[in-house]
């Protein structure tokens, strides 16, 4: 039989011609075939989106053969693999990233010439896969390429939502929210895997039975929901490897509800199963609070327990005892959001496998580890117990159980303390007993990640210390990076061909270590020239999209100055408005002479503000409002413009990041975990003006404080100014230019009252006050610097080439060694 089958394979690949061809006319033929086949147009007659779909679906079945290839390949091997469990991943767009990956970006764009289609504008026709609000889940992407091309036998997993973050649209100067209907075209980028699928249970009731004399637990579900895997094959660049992110969507399950059928509800029956689907409907639109909502959880378990059993088959597949799965398997939690995988895993060894508890747990924490996002104690997520044990009645029981013995073990080192017991405890008493699901990872997880060094001082000293003090080994640092294939090579093209040139090689393009070369060039007069043309087309291109969004006209000679990211009031986005109405009043009483030795400015923000977040939203509507008045303003003319882009996203940062200038990294220090705009920032050579917080601390250590603009608090001086409190002034610049705004000079005086009260009467938490003075400085820094053009590329190229510490491989090597015990895994050529 064995022979049979060796002899069908053989005939198979035969038949399969080999290998798919990559030269230009195979490509073009492919293309066509895809017209006319798989988007059912008429080779003769079809438009540049269907050209599109074409273009993906050929690349894809580029992406299909190597994917196919590494899992056959890992499946030989068998070394042992990570899977990464996030809720959130921010894809963005595929098409670029995937043929540079794939390394036939040149073929493709040759067979497009000879076919009349131009790459460039197909890859415009595709919509950004947002399946994530803001830095946790771009990172989670960063990280699955960086797998990819580290060849690292790594999965992800995660949600498929059907509605990805919400578009925001401008209407006077309002945020508006509208659904993202990113499936609605299609998307070539995923395969629909019907014959995935697992049922995933809620609710019910947990029953004890006798099993060979041994008292065991079952939990009777009250209802089943089928998770069904669509795979995303994400290629390695520089290796055959492509590896899988498996995302579940939701599905009835085929199990009917038979009573209703018979009692002839048959409607009532068929729409209660379509309800099933709301769990992957929608992504929660807001990076800080989702506490106590049922549905959260319920899409917390069902992607949670879906990739469990997905996990668990594949052991299987090979292995029969359990005492093997540490050495098959890391489980890395992306934030807490899916930390409820712990009670899974222990719920599936003890009630399914029937091993013994302490074996189990043994297990557990063998194969886990954390890395925390937050900063702040009430960012981590806490679960009602009612609402826990109502949709998870038998995970509650594990957890009670975990806890007992997490307290009993405390009580050995900590005895009578017992405000340290009930802090460390993972049930949380109080109006709202809730379980803390930080405090259930960090009982079981044996690594405890924090994103960046000062972040990792936070955990230690303040929002985990009492953990830190008992397990002090657990903790480690892994600062944050981003990938140089995305942020580099597809987005910066230009910029991308002037490094290869100077290190006379592409090898940075995996081994970004390299890129420091630049140092040796950055006074040279050459590289110079070069770098200054690259900026310019790259402002060129972001001059025209803002003038198409906005209308506003910039000139190129001004200094363009961005701030993008969520908005959020520890980010001050209102530090940055209050700072351009504090130069726009300058301009506005100066003398002519004194304004021709301005440095013309377009200050550009961009950022969504969650939907319930009020003070947010006012920030966005300022932030028009300012831009209004500035714009139109006589007395103004180039010297200062302002332009809000809307609906930012990953493809528009693709386009932003590379033509900024200047880049502003504003949070209140102690706040901002990493960051990892101001990585971006950096490899492009933008220069950066921030807080000495989150990773911008480590920046400022690879490129040498002169070359960044740093202002502001430090993060241990932030508590004293706190306790301060209200009787802190800001400096009569700031009071002036508030005042401003409370008098109405930029309209809706009612509007904005609260606003100001957060940063005077409100007891100004985030110190904008403060930080005012000390801000307005480093801006003035920024201008002298950009006077001097040729010191400014000086810093420019710096920048860049101090930016290899920033590259996610970096991040990911340390996790592979430190935390998850793993081996590359290269798939032969
Ligand atoms: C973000 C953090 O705010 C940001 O500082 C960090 O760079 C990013 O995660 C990636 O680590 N949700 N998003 C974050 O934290 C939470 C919670």
Redesign the pocket.
């Known amino acids: 039989r064995k022979g049979g089958l060796k002899a069908k394979a053989e005939k198979m690949f035969g038949l399969m011609d080999g290998f798919l061809k990559n030269d230009s006319v195979s490509l073009q033929k492919d293309i066509l075939d895809h017209v006319e086949f798989t988007v059912a147009r008429s080779r003769f007659n079809f438009d540049d989106f269907e050209a599109y779909q074409a273009l993906a679906h050929s690349v894809r079945d580029r992406l299909i053969e190597r994917w196919h290839d590494t899992h056959q390949y890992f499946k030989k091997k068998d070394p042992k693999r990570i899977y990464f469990l996030s809720l959130e991943f921010l894809m963005g767009r595929s098409l670029t990233n995937s043929v540079i990956n794939l390394g036939i970006q040149d073929q493709y764009a040759d067979a497009l010439t000879q076919l009349g289609f131009d790459f460039e504008i197909l890859a415009e026709q595709e919509g950004d896969a947002a399946l994530g ?4 889940a771009r ?1 989670a992407a960063c990280q699955m390429d960086s797998l990819a091309t580290l060849d690292y036998p790594a999965w992800g997993y995660g949600l498929r939502y059907q509605y990805g973050l919400f578009r925001q649209i401008i209407v006077d100067g309002f945020q508006h929210e509208q659904p993202d209907f990113w499936l609605n075209f299609g998307n070539p980028w995923e395969i629909e895997r019907v014959h995935v699928s697992y049922p995933v249970k809620f609710y019910g009731t947990v029953e004890e039975e006798v099993l060979n004399g041994k008292k065991c637990k079952i939990w009777i579900p009250g209802e089943s929901v089928e998770a069904v895997a669509y795979d995303n094959p994400i290629p390695g660049y520089g290796t055959r490897n492509a590896i899988n992110l498996r995302l579940w969507a939701a599905k009835p399950s085929d199990q009917y509800d038979m009573e209703s059928y018979t009692t002839g509800d048959y409607i009532n029956a068929i729409v209660n199963r379509q309800k099933a689907e709301t769990i992957s409907n929608v992504l929660y639109p807001d ?2 609070s989702y506490q106590g909502k049922e549905l959260r959880l319920k899409q917390q378990y069902f992607f949670v327990s879906a990739s469990l059993q997905d996990i668990i088959r594949r052991f299987k597949d090979l292995h029969k005892n359990f005492d093997e799965f540490p050495e098959k398997i890391a489980l890395q939690i992306n ?1 807490t959001h899916p930390s409820i995988s712990i009670a899974e895993v222990m719920r599936v060894l003890v009630d399914e496998e029937h091993l013994d508890w302490s074996k189990a747990w043994g297990i557990a924490c063998r194969i886990f580890s954390v ?1 925390i ?3 702040q104690p009430e ?1 981590l997520e806490k679960i009602p117990v009612d609402l826990l044990g109502s949709v998870l009645p038998r995970h509650l029981e594990i957890i009670y159980e975990i806890n007992f013995r997490l307290m009993e073990e405390l009580k050995k080192s900590f005895d009578q303390d017992y405000d340290r017991l009930s802090r460390m405890s993972i049930i949380e008493e109080g109006a709202v007993k809730s379980i803390r699901m930080a405090n259930l990872s960090l009982a079981c997880c044996h690594t405890v990640n924090g ?1 960046s060094r000062v972040h990792l001082e936070t955990l230690k000293t303040r929002v985990f210390k009492d953990f830190y003090e008992l397990w002090p080994l657990k903790f480690q640092c892994k600062t ?1 990076g981003v990938t140089q294939r995305r942020w580099i090579v597809v987005s910066n093209p230009s910029l991308c061909s002037i490094i290869s040139k100077w290190l006379g090689t592409e090898a940075w393009i995996r081994n970004v270590d390299l890129i420091a070369g630049l140092r040796e060039y950055a006074k040279d007069p050459d590289l110079h020239t070069e770098w200054k043309n690259m900026k310019k087309v790259n402002k060129m291109r972001l001059a025209e999209y803002i003038e198409t969004l906005t209308s506003v006209k910039v000139s190129l000679d001004a200094m363009f100055d961005v701030q993008i990211k969520r908005i959020h009031e520890y980010k001050r986005q209102l530090l940055n408005i209050l700072g351009i109405i504090h130069r726009y009043d300058c301009i506005k009483n100066m003398d002519e002479s004194d304004k021709r030795r301005v440095v013309p400015r377009v200050c550009i923000i961009g950022g969504k503000a969650a939907p319930g977040y009020e003070v947010a939203k006012k920030i966005i509507k300022l932030c028009h409002a300012v831009a209004d008045k500035v714009n139109s303003d006589p007395d103004i003319g180039d010297l200062l413009k302002v332009v809000f882009i809307p609906d930012y996203n990953v493809s528009v940062a693709e386009l932003v990041i590379p033509g900024s200038d200047l880049s502003q990294h504003l949070s209140t220090a102690g706040h ?5 705009g101001c990585m971006k920032f950096l490899m492009n050579g933008c220069l950066l003006l921030a807080t000495a917080d ?2 911008a601390v480590e920046i400022a250590e690879e490129i040498g404080e002169p070359n960044m603009f740093l202002f502001g608090a430090k993060v241990d001086e932030v508590p004293a100014l706190r306790e301060k409190g209200t009787t802190l002034k800001g400096s009569l610049q700031f009071a002036r230019v508030v005042r401003m705004v409370r008098d109405g000079y930029f309209g809706f005086k009612d509007y904005f009252k609260s606003l100001c009260d957060t940063v005077e009467d409100g007891g100004d938490f985030y110190l904008l006050g403060h930080d005012f003075a000390s801000y307005l400085e480093a801006q003035a820094a920024a201008d002298r610097a950009f006077v001097d053009q040729e010191k400014w590329t000086q810093m420019s190229i710096l920048s860049t080439a101090g930016s290899g510490k920033f590259s996610s491989d970096r991040t990911i090597e340390e996790y592979a060694e430190q935390s998850w015990g793993i081996e590359p895994c290269k798939c032969p050529f």
Do not use: I, Y
């Open positions: 609000n803001g830095g946790l990172f990076d800080r934030d890395t996002h937050a900063v960012g994103v944050n901002e975990a990493s960051g990892t989150g990773s």
